[in-house]
């Protein structure tokens, strides 16, 4: 009991961010339906934080500053500096302006990444040749949303954005790419083709 009180944990809902201050000013803003995890007391000898989900982080210069996850599927990418990722033992070095996305333990290339921030801190969820899947669990994180298909193939690549704020505009903004037809019913979403 003594050792599990000395992890600090944040947790987000579905359709709510948080922001997190560590002890050394790092900051991490955290994606809707995401969790993180840290030891405060151990902090300035090991900056380690466990996370579930999606976060943005703004590294405070120091030591190593170790994300750990076992997500089956993982996007790094570096804004600024250079960041290290390691899959299977094997470390890449990401400069500036690059991606690394693994989905279901397979390395997927990806574009370079517009703009400072991810796109969802400015209320928009990007993606680039996605798994529709993938697209309709964000959308479901964003809007607190029930989502389900009906003769659609799920794992066909989106490539597009939508707008985390206004729900009607998120699914014609799925929809049309996609080629799939959507109802609304309460809370839950069909999409179908």
């Given at each position: 009991?003594?050792?599990?009180?000395?992890?600090?944990?944040?947790?987000?809902?579905?359709?709510?961010?948080?922001?997190?201050?560590?002890?050394?000013?790092?900051?991490?803003?955290?994606?809707a339906d995401s969790q993180i995890?840290?030891?405060?007391?151990?902090?300035?000898?090991?900056?380690?934080?466990?996370?579930?989900?999606?976060?943005?982080?703004?590294?405070?210069?120091?030591?190593?500053?170790?994300?750990?996850?076992?997500?089956?599927?993982?996007?790094?990418?570096?804004?600024?500096?250079?960041?290290?990722?390691?899959?299977?033992?094997?470390?890449?070095?990401?400069?500036?302006?690059?991606?690394?996305?693994?989905?279901?333990?397979?390395?997927?290339?990806?574009?370079?990444?517009?703009?400072?921030?991810?796109?969802?801190?400015?209320n928009e969820s990007s993606f680039?040749?996605?798994?529709?899947?993938?697209?309709?669990?964000?959308?479901?994180?964003?809007?607190?949303?029930?989502?389900?298909?009906?003769?659609?193939?799920?794992?066909?690549?989106?490539?597009?954005?939508?707008?985390?704020?206004?729900?009607?505009?998120?699914?014609?903004?799925?929809?049309?790419?996609?080629?799939?037809?959507?109802?609304?019913?309460?809370?839950?979403?069909?999409?179908?083709?």
């Open positions: 009991f003594y050792v599990n009180t000395l992890n600090e944990k944040v947790t987000t809902e579905f359709a709510e961010r948080s922001e997190v201050v560590l002890p050394d000013n790092s900051e991490i803003f955290l994606n995890s840290y030891n405060k007391k151990n902090w300035d000898n090991k900056r380690n934080v466990d996370l579930d989900g999606e976060a943005f982080f703004k590294v405070a210069k120091g030591k190593k500053f170790t994300v750990s996850t076992d997500h089956g599927t993982v996007e790094v990418t570096c804004y600024e500096g250079l960041v290290s990722v390691t899959h299977n033992n094997k470390e890449s070095k990401l400069p500036a302006g690059t991606s690394f996305l693994v989905i279901n333990g397979k390395i997927v290339s990806t574009g370079t990444p517009d703009g400072s921030l991810p796109s969802w801190m400015n680039e040749s996605i798994p529709l899947k993938y697209v309709f669990a964000e959308l479901e994180r964003q809007f607190n949303v029930k989502v389900s298909s009906k003769n659609i193939d799920t794992n066909l690549l989106f490539t597009g954005s939508f707008n985390n704020t206004d729900l009607n505009m998120a699914l014609k903004s799925i929809s049309i790419p996609s080629q799939t037809h959507y109802k609304i019913d309460g809370d839950n979403v069909l999409f179908y083709a």
